[in-house]
Nanobody
Framework: QVQLVESGGGLVQAGGSLRLSCAAS????????MGWYRQAPGKQRELVAS???????HYADSVKGRFTISRDNAKNTVYLQMNSLKPEDTAVYYC?????????WGQGTQVTVSS
């Protein structure tokens, strides 16, 4: 079994920064793609950013140039550095990790950006 623990959410003013972390633990033999999604009230969950095992990254157009995804394979951890935050970035952020060729989700962390 694999467990994901997220941290780093909170309340920030527009223009501020936050860094999210998601650490995987348990019986892990391999970790492949890692990513971050978000879901705002009344909206569908959407992909924010993803990172492959070779380090290739993908970003939603709405966060390009402001967010950076990274991973620490030794710690089985994925990060999301969020800069220049906007009120429309307010959402619950979820990490998703492909471990042992199965997908696992974090519990979600609230990010609230005030104007």
């Amino acid at each position: 079994q694999v467990q994901l623990v997220e941290s780093g959410g909170g309340l920030v003013q527009a223009g501020g920064s936050l860094r999210l972390s998601c650490a995987a633990s348990g019986s892990i033999f391999s970790i492949n793609a890692m990513g971050w999604y978000r879901q705002a009230p009344g909206k569908q969950r959407e992909l924010v950013a993803s990172i492959a095992t070779d380090g290739n990254t993908h970003y939603a157009d709405s966060v390009k140039g402001r967010f950076t995804i990274s991973r620490d394979n030794a710690k089985n951890t994925v990060y999301l550095q969020m800069n220049s935050l906007k009120p429309e970035d307010t959402a619950v952020y979820y990490c998703e990790i492909n471990a042992n060729f199965q997908y696992y989700w974090g519990q979600g962390t609230q990010v609230t950006v005030s104007s």
